[in-house]
């Protein structure tokens, strides 16, 4: 069989992911390391099924799991939470890279490596795996901790720092680069022939145009696609649009991972935010996996093999010189010391970024493969260790700080969501939703109607584009934080289907539903929603209501007719529901047959109870015979 | 024995005094709390359940702030429908004989202003003869009620003091003491 066919490959990737990530998962190590220990095993040092080309084709559409990531991320972080973000990024980041590097460059001279090599070393040491971390982070649900938005925070300015270290190594080159590696590593793009300042000014144009383009032209190129009902279409503009800005920048020279990540900021205000990530997300979660996959095959086991004890101090010596900087910065920048040991343990180890930046070292000369070998062997194994450090962290660490715990979750920055989700802004979930804003209440609300959603986001409120039944727009909606789901769709079917999702995904959520009928509410009691209310049947009795007075009721005697009304036709319907179930109507009756069935039980009910709507209150008939004359 | 606390309050999320004194007894064994404003919140009370409640205990605790003199709009409501002609009281009205009546009321005047001399012009046992006298017609003996002055005011440590007298009184109830009626002093003669 040809081991190089793309599907064969991705049989052997796929495989060695759906067997051993579960396992992983099971075990509590979290899927990152899954995914490396497959790696390893299906790698070219263990089992070697990688085909001869070592899986550089589905690596390639790999790397793109980092760049969605990314996209994601950004989709999360609106312009003004990033500007908010700007203390840490700058400062908790911006020290980190440069304390670590003279740290780490420190101990690469007490190995005798000179100056240069020293400094090229420790810069890119200080980088660490924006893919690990955050994946791990979300996975233990720890992103917006104090500890977890700072680990972002200094991820972020080592993606952004990549730039102008990419440009300063080659100035620390001191031997010979081997022959013909210069020509080979170095890409050819659209700035590559022009001088220093036009370079500056084509990215930064570049950067200003995804911005732009971002706002004026995506935002109504996604509205008039939304407006199609086309699903698939919507998915393939999305991913149109990472592999677009990935070709964009590749051009200008800039990481993609940072040009995904501009644009996702650009989008995150949008009304198709959600949607954006619902439909990116599987991709980026496979592409990752097989990224990670690709990391754990990497890791050279030979040269591990040949020198354990050198690969051991430096794995070692990583992790502790990066640990050490990490907790020092937590406490200059006052972390309570649980977030702090997150934050430290979730950024110490090497990056993805180290692969990219040793080759170049090597190609150019700044340093030799007998110093980048050994390195990039350690950087590999520091990041298949990185998750077993934050099970270490959760296990043995956190515990201790179980009590404290509350009181630093209270005071992370508040993320935008709602405790109130109403899936369906149509008639009916608008009056739900403005009842509860009018009492200070503001609800994340999905509509599956894009020019309801214009309408409505005109006005200042805060809908969402997307289909509510969706797992994973669910829970980019924040289904995990919020309290209420309000089940306001017009279509009955819809509705059931979200109870179900939820049911199983988000039981903690006290689901609401929204009845067309009967048949309907019984469904919805079926389904276990008990909160719920026929569309109709407040307003009918309303207008009823209005009948009794017009014939002469007194205002309080309807309302009060009314009331005793409710309350016997609630607790039929109840009753009924219950009998319904037990029996196999819903079975041998078609819809219209039950419905015609159901109405007689119904009228049968009101019959039977029709001593009970006499409202006896105040009535003084039995008084008149006794009070003496 | 067996007690019920019939609670009666408009606003109970900004009040201080009864929230507190509510939550002081509701774990006490054998004590029901019925919150009224939470089960009937329309006004629409279930005449036949609220009766069923009242024959399953045998100390009823009305617990609720002063408003005008009286109860709250709901209590009295409750009042006009539960206590029914023929059933409370009047010809074959005796479901209720021997049950024990105990009112549970905050005011937010101090003590001094339920004085002939005060703000009030009438004291406590003479602007609570209404409700003593409804008891007095269901044939439940009235005792001496739980009175707390001066709610607006009250420290926290005050407070704290009236909540465990609270507990106190309900839980020598509950084990069965047998207290006075309420005692009238001679100034007080109706």
């Known amino acids: 069989m040809n081991n190089d066919n793309l599907l064969y490959q991705a049989f052997v990737f796929l495989a060695a992911a759906v067997i051993l990530v579960p396992i ?36 390639h559409f790999a790397e793109f799991g980092v760049v969605m990531m990314l996209f994601v991320i950004g989709l999360e972080l609106e312009p003004a939470r990033l500007w908010r973000l700007r203390l840490p990024v700058l400062g908790v980041g911006g020290l980190q890279v440069v304390l670590t590097a003279l740290a780490a460059g420190g101990v690469a001279m007490l190995f005798g490596l000179g100056v240069q090599m020293a400094t090229a070393v420790g810069l890119i040491i200080a980088m660490s795996s924006t893919a690990i971390v955050m994946q791990t982070l979300g996975e233990k649900g720890w992103t917006n901790t104090e500890g977890g938005q700072n680990a972002f925070a200094a991820l972020l300015f080592q993606d952004i720092s990549v730039i102008p270290i990419l440009a300063f190594l080659p100035l620390l080159a001191t031997v010979t680069p081997p022959q013909g ?449 | 024995m067996s007690l019920l606390v019939l609670y009666a309050h408009p606003a109970s999320h900004r009040s201080r005094l009864n929230r507190r004194l509510l939550q002081e007894v509701a774990d006490l064994p054998s004590v029901r709390v019925h919150d009224l404003y939470e089960e009937y919140p329309d006004f629409h009370i279930e005449v036949r359940r609220e009766q069923a409640l009242l024959l399953e205990h045998d100390t009823i605790v009305l617990q609720h702030p002063f408003y005008w003199y009286s109860v709250p709009a709901l209590l009295k409501q409750w009042m006009d429908l539960v206590l029914k002609h023929g059933w409370a009281y009047g010809e074959g009205g005796t479901a209720l004989r021997g049950k024990r009546w105990l009112t549970a009321v905050t005011t937010g005047g101090p003590e001094g202003a339920y004085q002939a001399e005060g703000l009030n012009r009438f004291t406590m046992r003479q602007l609570l003869a209404p409700i003593e006298q409804t008891a007095q017609l269901c044939g439940m003996p009235f005792l001496d009620p739980f009175i707390t002055h001066g709610a607006h005011r009250l420290s926290d440590e005050a407070l704290a003091t009236q909540a465990k007298a609270y507990r106190q009184r309900l839980s020598s109830l509950l084990e069965g003491e047998q207290p006075a009626t309420w005692a009238r002093t001679s100034n007080e003669q109706r």
Not at chain 1, 30 to 45: C, E, H, K, N, Q
Not at chain 1, 214 to 231: C, N, Q, S
């Open chain 1, 24 to 59: 992983a998962k099971r075990l509590g190590l979290g899927s990152v390391l899954g995914y490396l220990i497959a790696g390893a095993v299906i790698g070219p040092f263990a089992l070697g099924l990688m085909g001869d080309s070592g899986g550089h084709e589905v690596m």
């Open chain 1, 181 to 629: 590696a210069t020509a080979h590593e170095a890409t050819v793009t659209l700035v590559s022939g022009l001088p220093g300042w036009a370079q500056t000014l084509i990215v930064l144009g570049a950067m200003v145009g995804v911005a732009v383009g971002g706002r004026f032209l995506v935002r109504p190129a996604f509205r008039a696609i939304a407006k199609t009902r086309l699903r698939e279409v919507f998915t393939a503009a999305a991913l149109l649009l990472v592999i677009g800005i990935s070709l964009l920048m590749d051009q200008v020279g800039l990481s993609r991972a940072l040009g995904a990540f501009l644009a996702g900021v650009v989008l995150a205000g949008s009304e198709y935010r959600h949607e954006l990530e619902g439909d990116i997300a599987p991709f980026k979660g496979l592409l990752l996996g097989l990224f990670f996959i690709g990391v754990g095959a990497s890791i050279d086991f030979h040269l591990i093999a040949a020198q354990p004890l050198l690969i051991l101090a430096l794995v070692a010596l990583l992790v502790i010189v990066k640990l050490v900087v990490l907790l020092l910065l937590g406490r200059v920048f006052r972390m309570p010391l649980n977030q702090n040991f997150m934050f430290s343990f979730a950024l110490a180890q090497g990056g993805e970024f180290a692969f990219v930046l040793f080759s170049l070292s090597t190609s150019q000369g700044i340093l030799t493969a007998a110093v980048a070998g050994p390195l990039v062997v350690a950087v590999a194994v520091s990041m298949a260790l990185s998750p077993l450090l934050m099970v270490a962290y959760e296990r043995l660490i956190m515990p201790r700080f179980v009590s404290k715990r509350n009181e630093h979750r209270a005071a992370d920055t508040p993320d935008d969501h709602n405790t109130v989700i109403i899936a369906g802004y149509g008639r009916f979930g608008q009056i739900v939703g403005r009842l509860l804003s009018a009492n200070g209440i503001s609800a994340t609300v999905l509509e599956a109607d894009s020019d309801q959603v214009d309408l409505l986001r005109r006005w200042g409120n805060k809908v969402f584009y997307g289909d509510a039944s969706r797992l994973d727009l669910l829970t980019a909606a924040g289904a995990n934080q919020a309290k209420v789901l309000v089940l306001a769709l017009d279509s009955p079917q819809k509705n059931i289907e979200v109870v179900h999702t939820a049911k199983k995904h988000f039981p903690h959520l006290k689901l609401m539903g929204r009845a067309k009928g009967r048949i309907e509410a019984y469904d919805l009691l079926d389904a276990g929603v008990e909160d719920m209310q026929r569309e109709t049947f407040e307003s009918a009795l309303r207008l009823g209501m209005l009948a009794l007075r017009r014939l002469g009721f007194g205002a309080h005697q309807a309302e009060r007719a009314v009331g005793i009304f409710r309350r016997h036709d609630e607790s039929a319907l109840r009753e009924l529901a219950e009998l319904r179930r037990s029996s196999d109507e819903k079975a041998y009756f078609s819809a219209a047959r039950e419905r015609s069935q159901m109405m007689s039980k119904v009228l049968q009910a009101d019959i039977a109870d029709k001593g009970d709507f006499h409202d006896p209150a105040w009535d003084v008939e039995s008084l008149r015979t006794q009070v003496p004359s």
